[in-house]
């Protein structure tokens, strides 16, 4: 430990309730007040892993911040009982206060983190706290009403188990006098992939065998744990930067939290990334981004001193509205407004032949694909949180594409270099002869070795609950989030059209029964109305180029 700094262990806060949380300080040695940079984490304050991966609370205390790290409600040293989310908007006002009012702080709080410990920031910033001062929430999500489910109608399964068996589960079972359950929890999470299969996944049996624990998981995963907790956006009043990946499972969230919270009158900030859940790498997947990409020409810390320098220091600051990555090119821009108001929203048609055209077709043609539950469509790569971090970001997809459960629609190779920067979408004309089924996409880029590399993928739930499916064509949106990506000539664009990627989500049974419930699936068929789908990609003008 540098000599300028102090370090406290275990420092006890109490709640309103009388629950004691209990966190690691790193104030400066010298004597005054300063401001304070609060962390709420459920992953153990002892970790460095955790407590010093993200940002460096040393720096940051050197640069005279008072530094706390702190255990959430029923985590490792504090007090209580943990269940996710439900405590974190009353626990974190009254930690924030409770910081505020420590004999070495000035009053003025930001909270800082990533992933959980961002939700801990936004729940906290609902309460409206009146001593936060602004947040940095990173690659984190916002309206956990919905449980585990980034899309309406699906469990991100993947994410969800991994998550729970992985990180809830040591310290859970522990607390309870599950001394020897890491043994168990240790086998499974070396089958996690096996696991997935399983279902119903009401009865999980990595979870199961635990009473206490399992009751925790099957709310968690339907939702009904948090289904009563409001949207938290609308309530907050804080300045606030945002932090996300083009490959992170929270990116749309976390660009939601900019955007509406940017309607406020308090300053926002958005940056986003070639990057996964909270990884900083030139290297992701099957693409190299170029050193700029791994955050040494951004460094992390620095980036959160030049924010709350600005708002709990009153130092100038010209920091950019948003600032992007550009795939392709590999550089680092700057706009005043996401998403782009330059973007010119641009059709691409699926067409015959497994063709993608600039122009409308005008023949009325259908193509179709079976869709087994039982053997979905695998997952490769993208938005994924899975354990150890594999299959996630920008994989080749030449492998799943030889499969005949869907439809590929490729473009002739581009004549000229194009960007596509902002929020794509697919309008999908279909028919399922199923009551309940799920369409994906995923969008990648063709090389002209013939390398297919994903860009962005997207999945929608649908019904055909009213009306008769075997006579009816339905539109549906399917979004596929952003991203910014240089595609260069010679290169192509595809469009892969499926009704599954599992394990990233639950499967569809097709019965409108879920995985959650039920283990019963029938076989389909799904049939295109080509014509009247199309990709609608976010260009920018040549002149940008």
Known sequence: MTETIITERGLPCTLRDGTILYANVYRPKESGRFPVLLTRLPYNKDLTNYSHRYTDPIQMAENGYVVIIQDVRGRFASEGVFKPFIHEAEDGYDSVEWAADLPYSNGKVGM???????????????????????????????????????????????????????????????????KDAWKSLKQDLERIFEWHT???????????????????????????????????????????????????????????????????????????????????????????????????????????????????????????????????????KKTSRWPLPETEYTPLYLDKNSSLSWSKPSERIKDSFKYDPAHPMPTMGGRTLFFEGVNTGPLAQNKVEKREDHLLYTSAPLREDVEVTGPVNLKLTAISEAKDTDFTAVLTEVLPDGTS???????TRTSTKTGDASERFKTYTISLSSTSIYIKEGSSLRIRISSSSFPQYDVNLNTEETMITSDASVKTTQTVHLAESKLILPLVPTSRL
């Open 453 to 459: 590399i994903y860009i962005t993928d997207g999945i």
């Open 198 to 332: 399983y279902a119903p996944v009401q009865e999980w049996p990595p979870t199961a065998k635990y009473p206490e624990l399992h009751e925790v998981f099957k709310s968690y995963i339907t939702g009904s744990l948090t289904e009563f907790m409001p949207n938290p956006l609308p309530f907050i009043k804080v300045p606030g930067f945002h932090m996300a990946g083009w490959f992170d499972c929270f990116l749309d969230e976390t660009i939601t939290n900019y955007t509406e919270l940017s309607n406020s009158n308090y300053t926002q900030k958005l940056i986003i990334g070639p990057w996964g859940h909270g990884t900083f790498s030139s290297y992701f997947g099957d693409r190299f981004f170029g050193l700029d990409a791994s955050m040494t020409s951004k460094d992390i810390t620095d980036l959160h001193l030049e924010w709350f320098d600005h708002w709990l220091k009153e130092k100038e600051s010209d920091m950019p509205e948003v600032t992007y990555f550009t795939m392709g090119t590999n550089e680092w």
């Open 112 to 178: 800082f983190g990533l992933s959980y410990y961002g939700f801990t920031q936004v729940y906290a910033a609902k309460e409206q706290p009146p001593s936060l001062k602004a947040t940095f929430p990173a690659f984190t999500g916002n309206d956990v009403s919905r449980g585990m489910s980034s899309k309406p109608g699906k469990l991100d399964l993947g994410k969800a188990q991994t998550w729970f068996l992985d990180s809830v589960a040591p310290d859970f079972l522990y607390r309870i006098g599950y």
